[in-house]
């Protein structure tokens, strides 16, 4: 007779395998088994509010690996406000598939990556709708002398390769946004809504007292008046009257142009006479002042005409003075003194 198999046996042989299928599937199906992985670390000061463990890290947007552990504190001074963020970098999609010639393994080229290149990392919003972040890696000239947090062992060294960060500025627009948000709700929509739907209903009853009707019939009867005007034989007419008004003032303006010359002629002639004489005024008044300066003849003639003309005035008002005490004087003359004493 055969032996019975044992059904411990076989459920035992069965859990076994699929446990094994599992594994294989997720080892051999994540394609990290044969890959050249390492572990970095960076220590970010700003909020990672966000950044979960598995995030993206990408290199120039392309990912290159993900975040394996987020921690409080790791190797850093007590007073270090940074957070520690472990990723791991696929070396090899970064030199294969990227093209990007770069083993971060090796010790010194990753110096020259930090130092030289200025390799860092930072915060990206992976979405604003879910606020995820993700870390990207990429060259900043202009990033000055690379910043550790961590601290060395007591072998004098460190336990992870430390990627330098800089800041994104996701903190500042998250305050920006905040802000934002928090006047957006202090706004009172209600009242407003309430005004706008008052203003509207003003509105509606002031055009309901507008009589349309009236001002349909009156916008009707001037077109039927503007209608009948242009009707008019002698609205038909106005065109060319107008035309022969415009040529008209056209032959005025000529006629007035080639008078309006004459008059330009005569009137620098006359502005020339004028000139002449006003240089004769100027010669008259230079010899009107030469003649009276102190030391001219003339000036001296009549000073000295003007004294024989105040002495002969004297005697004439002595001899008024003698004939208004004496007028017999006129009669019988002047009388000595001689006589009058006797």
Not at 147 to 153: D, I, P, S
């Amino acid at each position: 007779m055969s032996k019975k198999a044992n059904p411990a046996a076989i459920g035992v042989f069965v859990v076994g395998a699929v446990i094994l299928a599992v594994v294989s599937l997720v080892i051999f199906g994540s394609g990290t088994l044969f890959r050249k992985t390492e572990t970095f670390l960076l220590y970010f000061q700003d909020s990672i509010n966000g950044l979960e463990v598995g995030a993206p890290v990408k290199f120039k947007g392309v990912r290159i690996g993900q975040v394996t552990d987020i921690r409080i504190r790791f190797n850093q001074d007590d007073e270090s406000p940074h957070v520690p963020v472990f990723i791991q970098i696929d070396i090899d999609r970064l030199q294969n598939s990227l093209g990007v010639d770069v083993d971060l393994s090796n010790d010194k080229i990753f110096e020259e990556q930090v130092d030289i290149l200025g390799l860092r990392g930072k915060l990206q919003q992976a979405s604003f709708v879910t606020g995820m972040l993700f870390i990207e890696l990429d060259y900043d000239p202009n990033a000055g002398p690379a910043y550790f947090v961590q601290l060395k062992n007591e072998d004098d060294d460190y336990d992870y390769k430390e990627i330098p960060t800089v800041s994104s500025g996701l903190t500042e627009v998250i305050k920006k946004v905040t802000g934002m948000v928090d006047k957006i709700s202090k706004i009172d929509f209600q009242s407003i809504g309430e005004k706008a739907n008052d203003i509207l209903t003003r509105l509606d009853d002031g055009m309901a007292e507008i009589q349309f009707k009236e001002i349909n019939d009156k916008a009707v009867a001037l077109l039927d008046n503007l209608d009948s005007i242009s009707g008019d034989p002698e609205f038909k007419k106005l065109p060319g009257n107008l035309n022969a008004t415009l040529d008209d003032g056209r032959k005025f303006i000529a006629t007035l142009d080639k008078s309006m010359d004459g008059v330009i002629s005569d009137l620098k002639i006359t502005l020339n006479g004028a000139r002449s004489t006003l240089g004769q005024i100027d010669v008259v008044a230079d010899n009107l002042n030469n003649m009276l300066e102190p030391e001219s003849p003339l000036r001296y003639q009549l000073e000295s005409s003007l004294s024989e003309l105040s002495d002969a005035l004297r005697s004439i008002r002595v001899l008024a003075d003698y004939l208004e005490r004496n007028p017999s004087a006129l009669l019988i003359g002047k009388q000595n003194n001689s006589s009058s004493d006797k």
